[in-house]
């Protein structure tokens, strides 16, 4: 079956840095993409990655490792409005979205 | 603002009712989705439309009835549900969804309640 895994929750200091990790088996890959869901609001896509590296964007980057089916978010320069829910998705063979259950983030001053 | 809307954001319906959530989409995409998202769960599909057209229905049960008029509008019709329907109802819109760098949108959501 098709899984992504990322921790349910993690907790890190405003002006830190934090890397939020997210792993998949799927059939076949498309790329990768990062939301971020703030309690009660829509998911606003963040970031997508095909190819193998590094993409930065501003205060986030997002990696991917193809060959260990790996990804990371990393956020820098933590802000309280950053507490939110980061969610990994995978397009599969057939263009289908996999997601994983996304991963709460607490941000403390 | 994300260009997708969502109406009612709030809903709470007995078993008996029949309701209807509202999507539109103010971004020219040709796809729409809903999804059902329940805590601590990942997001599930439960239907796609691609040019108005039905692509996707994920083994949804039949109170659950989806609507598309147009490219622009989606409606999820409620009937007779079930208290574990209870979730957060989200829609979503995107360009081509053949694409692998296709990128969904989503509206705010629907919280759902099912007494």
């Known amino acids: 079956g098709q899984n992504i895994d990322q921790p349910t929750e993690m907790t890190a200091t405003e002006g830190a840095i934090v890397q939020i990790n997210c792993t998949y088996q799927t059939s076949g890959f498309n790329g990768l993409f990062w939301y971020q869901q703030h309690a009660g609001e829509a998911p606003t896509f963040l970031s997508y990655n095909v190819l193998d590296g590094l993409e930065e964007k501003g205060r986030f980057s997002s990696f991917l490792s193809r060959s260990k089916g790996y990804s990371y978010l990393l956020l820098k320069e933590l802000q309280m409005k950053d507490s939110a829910s980061y969610l990994c998705?995978?397009?599969?063979?057939?263009?289908?979205?996999?997601w994983g259950a996304g991963t709460k983030l607490i941000i403390k001053p | 603002e994300t260009g997708v809307t969502q109406t009612p954001r709030h809903l709470v319906m007995g078993m008996t009712n029949k309701k209807s959530l509202k999507c539109e989409q103010h971004?020219?995409?040709?796809?729409m989705y809903w999804y059902k998202q329940s805590a601590k769960k990942p997001l599930e599909l439960m239907f796609v439309?691609?040019?108005?057209?039905?692509?996707e229905n994920n083994s949804v049960p039949s109170r659950f009835s989806p609507e598309c008029p147009n490219s622009s509008h989606l409606f999820l019709h409620l009937h007779t549900l079930q208290p574990e329907d209870s979730a957060l109802y989200l829609c979503?819109?995107?360009?081509?969804?053949?694409?692998?760098?296709?990128?969904?949108?989503f509206g705010p959501g629907t919280r759902l309640t099912v007494l």
């Open positions: 439309y691609n040019f108005k057209e039905q692509t």
């Open positions: 971004l020219g995409h040709n796809a």
């Open positions: 998705a995978v397009r599969d063979s057939n263009y289908q979205l996999i």
């Open positions: 979503a819109s995107s360009q081509d969804p053949g694409s692998g760098t296709d990128t969904q949108y």
